[in-house]
């Protein structure tokens, strides 16, 4: 059987090709003895999965596997958001999660994620042990039947819902939201955020819209359930029509987040990552330390220069983000993917309390988006950012790696280049404080062309010349 490898988030794979039955037992052994391994087995594990095709039949074969091991699980009721599963875990106090879950990917593939006890996402050494614990087989893997594991208790069919809305509560004021009188576009993206928004802020003046909340795998007017153009733009061209004041947009999962202003237009994640950022500091007045991938902004750097708080950058991925964010007690942790972590929950992205954060954020300045955009820029001046992803001949990867190895550019889209990184994939520093990053994904077979600069006319030229480096053809326009 193939070889399963866990990338930047877990496992992913296409349904019946290698995303199969079988090899969703292989990893759920792996884990199993992995956290028999760890001593964590006793404490037990919460499954939960997405709306993805055939995704709660992929639940209930791990929890099969789980139980034949001993392992009691505790297994969601339906499809649930990430982050209330990964909640799940600290609220039960077990030894982990699995995650059934592709997140954004196309709707031909699904996913395992897997979560340590904190509901965070499990370091790369870990991850590493878990690969290696995994069988080769099936043949002798053990398994009993769901309902004989319901039925003597091995299995327990639970709702996260009520644990998991009680720790938002904790977390934010709910009632000066309710009470504003927004008027609030909320895309579910066919996933697991369908019907929480509504349901959190019902009661009061502000009204939400749902739009694209119901289960359909196909993902229509979207190539994929995740927050970024195209796929957003026919759930922002709601904004107009009804004259809403603000556009939220959680992926499939719901643990990532994408924001559209009052005009309908989208507010790039580097720029939201700002806004969170400036929202703890300036207006609720929280220190700490702030983690963020080298993929994502700048304007985090000068924020903490500005407020005198360290800012630690790490590889992309939150099995990257979640470790330093436990090391050094952050206030939030992100990334450029638009996933958002924040202090006093789960080392975990959370699409939902993100949006309800950047709902308060307009409370408690009575400003709309685009407005506070210009309170973000008058700080730390415009940042413009865009990404390419391309595909390319899987033969060609060593030498699309040593091309961009051993490239040491004088110019940039015409700006000086500064220095290079080296943490994941090669990020190219540039005079302007911009970067350009160059890296293949750890979820799919692509490489990522990315770049932040406070030169909007320079962005086009800057990742052209990122996919010059690579020795990759220039997109058609």
Same mark, same amino acid.
């Given at each position: 059987?193939?070889?399963?490898?866990?990338?930047?988030?877990?496992?992913?794979?296409?349904?019946?090709?290698?995303?199969?039955?079988?090899?969703?037992?292989?990893?759920?052994?792996?884990?199993?003895?992995?956290?028999?391994?760890?001593?964590?087995?006793?404490?037990?594990?919460?499954?939960?999965?997405?709306?993805?095709?055939?995704?709660?039949?992929?639940?209930?074969?791990?929890?099969?596997?789980?139980a034949?091991?001993?392992?009691?699980?505790?297994?969601?009721?339906?499809?649930?958001?990430?982050?209330?599963?990964?909640?799940?875990?600290?609220?039960?106090?077990?030894g982990?999660?699995?995650?059934i879950?592709?997140?954004?990917?196309?709707?031909?593939?699904?996913?395992?994620?897997?979560?340590?006890?904190?509901?965070?996402?499990?370091?790369?050494?870990?991850?590493?042990?878990?690969?290696?614990?995994?069988?080769?087989?099936?043949? !002798?893997?053990?398994?009993r039947?769901?309902?004989?594991?319901?039925?003597?208790?091995?299995?327990?069919?639970?709702d996260?819902q009520?644990?998991?809305?009680?720790?938002?509560?904790?977390?934010?004021? =709910?009632?000066?939201?309710?009470?504003?009188?927004?008027?609030?576009?909320?895309?579910?993206?066919?996933?697991?955020?369908?019907?929480?928004?509504?349901?959190?802020?019902?009661?009061?003046?502000?009204?939400?819209? !749902?739009?694209?909340?119901?289960?359909?795998?196909?993902?229509?007017?979207?190539?994929?359930?995740?927050?970024?153009?195209?796929n957003?733009?026919?759930?922002?061209?709601?904004?107009?029509?009804?004259?809403?004041?603000?556009?939220?947009?959680?992926?499939?999962?719901?643990d990532?987040?994408?924001?559209?202003?009052?005009?309908?237009?989208f507010?790039?994640?580097?720029?939201?990552?700002?806004?969170?950022?400036?929202?703890?500091?300036?207006?609720?007045?929280?220190r700490?330390p702030?983690?963020?991938?080298?993929?994502?902004t700048?304007?985090?750097?000068?924020?903490?220069?500005?407020?005198?708080?360290?800012?630690? !950058?790490?590889?992309?991925?939150?099995?990257?983000?979640?470790?330093?964010?436990m090391?050094v007690?952050?206030?939030i942790?992100?990334?450029?993917s638009?996933?958002?972590?924040?202090?006093?929950?789960?080392?975990?992205?959370?699409?939902? =309390?993100?949006?309800?954060?950047?709902?308060?954020?307009?409370?408690?300045?009575?400003q709309?988006?685009s407005? =506070?955009?210009?309170?973000?820029?008058?700080?730390?001046g415009?940042?413009?950012?865009?990404?390419?992803?391309?595909?390319?001949?899987?033969?060609?990867?060593?030498?699309i790696?040593?091309?961009?190895?051993?490239?040491?550019?004088?110019?940039?889209?015409?700006?000086k280049?500064?220095?290079?990184?080296?943490?994941?994939?090669?990020?190219?520093?540039m005079?302007?404080?911009?970067?350009?990053?160059?890296?293949?994904?750890?979820? !799919?077979p692509?490489?990522?062309v990315?770049?932040?600069?406070?030169?909007q006319s320079?962005?086009?030229?800057?990742?052209?010349?990122?996919?010059?480096?690579?020795? =990759?053809?220039?997109p058609?326009s």
């Amino acid at each position: 059987m193939s070889q399963i490898k866990f990338g930047t988030d877990g496992w992913r794979g296409r349904i019946a090709d290698d995303y199969t039955f079988d090899n969703v037992r292989r990893c759920a052994q792996g884990f199993a003895r992995y956290l028999q391994q760890q001593g964590l087995a006793e404490k037990g594990v919460v499954i939960g999965h997405d709306m993805r095709f055939q995704a709660e039949h992929f639940a209930a074969t791990a929890a099969e596997v789980l139980a034949a091991n001993g392992i009691h699980v505790w297994l969601t009721a339906g499809p649930t958001p990430t982050p209330a599963i990964s909640y799940a875990v600290v609220d039960r106090q077990a030894g982990g999660a699995i995650n059934i879950t592709a997140s954004h990917n196309p709707p031909t593939d699904c996913g395992f994620k897997v979560r340590d006890p904190y509901g965070g996402a499990i370091a790369p050494a870990g991850l590493k042990i878990i690969e290696s614990l995994i069988p080769a087989g099936v043949n !002798e893997l053990p398994r009993r039947q769901l309902d004989d594991a319901r039925s003597d208790g091995q299995v327990t069919v639970f709702d996260p819902q009520p644990a998991y809305t009680a720790q938002l509560n904790r977390l934010i004021d =709910l009632a000066p939201i309710k009470a504003a009188g927004f008027s609030v576009l909320v895309d579910a993206m066919w996933g697991n955020g369908a019907g929480w928004f509504p349901r959190l802020l019902a009661g009061g003046q502000t009204t939400l819209h !749902e739009v694209h909340n119901s289960r359909n795998p196909i993902f229509p007017n979207m190539t994929r359930p995740e927050p970024i153009p195209p796929n957003v733009d026919d759930g922002l061209s709601y904004v107009t029509r009804l004259g809403a004041d603000v556009a939220i947009i959680n992926d499939g999962d719901a643990d990532r987040v994408g924001f559209g202003d009052e005009n309908g237009q989208f507010i790039d994640q580097l720029r939201v990552y700002g806004l969170l950022g400036y929202y703890f500091l300036e207006i609720r007045g929280e220190r700490g330390p702030i983690v963020k991938t080298i993929s994502t902004t700048k304007m985090l750097n000068k924020l903490g220069a500005r407020y005198n708080v360290p800012v630690h !950058e790490t590889g992309v991925g939150f099995k990257y983000i979640a470790p330093k964010m436990m090391e050094v007690g952050a206030m939030i942790g992100g990334e450029e993917s638009g996933g958002y972590a924040f202090r006093r929950h789960v080392p975990e992205r959370d699409g939902i =309390l993100a949006g309800l954060y950047l709902l308060d954020m307009m409370v408690q300045t009575g400003q709309k988006p685009s407005q =506070l955009l210009d309170t973000l820029f008058a700080i730390v001046g415009p940042h413009y950012y865009d990404r390419i992803d391309a595909t390319f001949d899987q033969a060609r990867k060593a030498e699309i790696y040593a091309n961009v190895d051993r490239a040491r550019p004088g110019t940039i889209g015409g700006l000086k280049c500064t220095g290079i990184v080296t943490v994941d994939g090669h990020q190219f520093l540039m005079e302007d404080g911009g970067w350009l990053l160059v890296r293949f994904s750890g979820t !799919e077979p692509i490489i990522r062309v990315y770049c932040e600069t406070t030169h909007q006319s320079r962005v086009a030229a800057i990742l052209a010349d990122g996919l010059k480096i690579a020795g =990759l053809p220039q997109p058609q326009s």
